[in-house]
């Protein structure tokens, strides 16, 4: 079984800047591609960016390409968010996403982490 556990998120202004990180956690597995999701009220949940295991290619949506920036560490198991430059329509709930190879069982399992709230205060 793996656990992904999100941090980083809070109240901020028009601007501002904020890093949100998730973490996954358990045994048997091994970590594919590493994502962040976002849902404001009312919209349907989003890409805001991706980056990819094998060759490290990087998507981001286009309402956030030159000021946020997605990271890994694969040593901690951990995805980040950067995100600069905050604007009111950036705030949502926030998931990372990851696609886990279990090891046990032999098959891709996408986790979600349990969100995490952005909000950007004009």
């Known amino acids: 079984q793996v656990q992904l556990v999100e941090s980083g998120g809070g109240l901020v202004q028009a601007g501002g800047s904020l890093r949100l990180s998730c973490a996954a956690s358990?045994?048997?597995?091994?970590?594919?591609?590493m994502g962040w999701y976002r849902q404001a009220p009312g919209n349907q949940r989003e890409l805001v960016a991706v980056?990819?295991?094998?060759?490290?290619?990087?998507n981001y949506a286009d309402s956030v390409k030159g000021r946020f920036t997605i990271s890994r560490d694969n040593a901690k198991n951990t995805v980040y968010l950067q995100m600069n430059s905050l604007k009111p329509e950036d705030t949502a709930v926030y998931y990372c996403?990851?696609?886990?190879?279990?090891?046990?069982?032999?098959?891709?399992?996408?986790?979600w982490g349990q969100g995490t709230q952005v909000t950007v205060s004009s």
């Open positions: 996403n990851v696609d886990i190879w279990d090891t046990v069982v032999r098959a891709y399992f996408k986790y």
């Open positions: 980056i990819y295991s094998g060759d490290g290619r990087i």
């Open positions: 358990g045994s048997d597995f091994s970590i594919n591609d």
